[in-house]
Structure formats: structure tokens, C-alpha cells
């Protein structure tokens, strides 16, 4: 069955390894099977915490060509940045007016940002989900992946559909959810880029600054004195080890690295060196492709420009119809 995929990004900065394998990857395998896709910049979700108008012009334009330049086609997808389609935030507000604010609040995602913006609790956050319950619902999405994190938002999204449906008649789909995307481990073994800390792995870094990163940062096995101690790379080697089966193709160097450590045969350094040549083998290509469109900003104002065009026609349609359900008329 072909999907309506919808996945959106904060511009809040560039992408980074686990974005690209976790997210990136998967978006260019949706396009691959023909489903109709929609990735859009989220440039409204990340006003709730703006720290610079300039950095949001920036980092938007950086994104949409990490995007292009790791396989997204615009001829194929639809890129797109969520301000150019005004009528998203006219469902917002029509969505907001079915949804109960006890039940904001009590969403773990909006806990976690009081308590990472406590001087900033602005109303943005609190109607955080349901700007993305419009984001998915407008263009009739019926698969987003997106990562753990966001699981009570689009289960906000799915049962705000099913609550206008139910109240004014089949209009919206309910979004299935995907969420098995790959977790990548960042350089202190945690989930890469959470905002707080500092182990992730920039796309664009020169290949031997990566390599620099994962020499002095990368947390190994830390019950591992010595090279010449045994190491355990399944249970304590989160950073490393994890990473070489994602990135190391074939199971079979994998495995030869796991028991090589297991058998005290590798060293952690030697084990590094062999793992940032497996992620060059990704990041080679994608930097060539990525390092042409350094300097096409015009390009890409262009694509946002017309996947703008599109993602509004569809969601326009939407839009008049939950309008006319609601009772109102534009005279
Ligand atoms: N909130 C998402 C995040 O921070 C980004 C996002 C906004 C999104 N709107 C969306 C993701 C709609 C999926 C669907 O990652
Ligand atoms: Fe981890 Fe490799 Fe060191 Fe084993 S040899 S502990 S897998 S870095």
C-alpha cells in the first residue's frame, strides 16, 4: 500500500549522524517506494524556543540541503517550510477549539520543555501538539515516523482526528505512527544530540575531525584498563560498538570486531580508527554532494518555494472543508 509520509524537523540547528541515519535514511527510502512524502521544516515549532531570528533563516536553508544533498528528491518529495502554508495554523487554531487543556498539560513532552525552558513558558509550548496535529492532519498523513520522543504528540494528533470525525463527520485520517527507526548512540553512549550534552557527530565536520571526536570523547568499555584486557562490546561499549552495526556492512566485520575485543585481539583506538573509516564510507558521498550546494542558496529558496506551493494545495483542501464542518464562511 502507498503511504502519505509527513515528517517535520526543528530548525533549531544542523543535522547531525543520528539524524541522518535515523531519520534521513528512512525519509529517502519512503521517497524510493513511491509513497507520496511530505518532510517540511517545522520554522514555527521552533519560534517556542528562539534564541536567534538569524540562525533560524540559516539553519532552515542548511537543513533543506543536508536533505538534498543525503538523496531527498524535490521532484519526488514534497520540502517544504511549515510558514509557507499559512492554512496550517487556521487548522491549529480550529483543532485547538476540540481539545481539552488538562489534558496539554499533562503531556510528558511539554513537562520535559517547562523544565528545560523554566523562564520560558510561553503559550507555544503548551499548543505545541496541537500545531503538529495540524502539520500531520492537513495533508492527510497516513504514516509519520518520527522518534520516541514524540510518541504523546502524534497519539495527540491521532485521537484529535478521531475526536473531529467523530463530532462532525469522517474528515481527517488517523495517522499511523512509525517509530522503530534506528537509535544511534552518541559519543557518551546516550541518544545522539540531545540539546544538553555534547556527543554528537556533526555531518558536515572534515572526516578527521570525526575521527578526532571518537579518538578523545568516545566512551569505550570503561572496565577495559588495558588493551590486553578482555572488553565486552555487546553490554559496555554503547559508543562504540553500537555504532560499528549500524555503520560496518555485512555482519561479518561486525562480528570479527566483537570478538576480536571480546578476545582482547583489538585495541580501542585501532577499534575507532576502523569505525569512523566505516562512517566515511557514508559521509564521503554525502559531503561531495553536500559541499556542490554550498553555495546555491537561490536553488534552494527555490525548491522550499515551490514544495511550498504544493504541500498548500493539499492542505488548503483540507482546510476549507473542516471550515465548512465548523460553521464558517468567508465572506
Ligand atoms: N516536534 C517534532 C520534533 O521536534 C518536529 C515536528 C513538527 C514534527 N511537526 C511535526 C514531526 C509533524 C512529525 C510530524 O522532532
Ligand atoms: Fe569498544 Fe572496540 Fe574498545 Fe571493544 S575494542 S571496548 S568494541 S572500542
Redesign the pocket.
Known sequence: MSHIV?????ATGRLHFGNFLGAVTNFVKFQQQGNTCLY?I?DW?TLTTLEDPEELRGNLIEIVKDYIAAGLNPEQSIIYA?SSVPEISELCLYLSMIQQMGELERIP?FKDLIRKNPDNVNLGLLT?PV??AA??LGPK?TL????E??VP??EL?QSLARKFNYRFGDTFVVPEMMTQMIRVPGLDGNKMGKSESDNAIDISSPIADIRERYIKKGVTDIERKRASDPGDPYNRCQSVYAVHELVTSGETESREIATACLNAKIGCVECKHRLVDNIAKILGPFQEARAKLANRDDYIKEIIHEGGKKARAIIKATVEVVRDKMGIVVY
Open positions: 509527513l515528517s517535520g524537523i526543528r517540511f517545522a515549532h511549515q513532552t505545541y500545531l503538529m502539520d500531520i498523513a509519520v515516523p518520527v522518534g520522543d514524540q504528540n502524534v494528533a
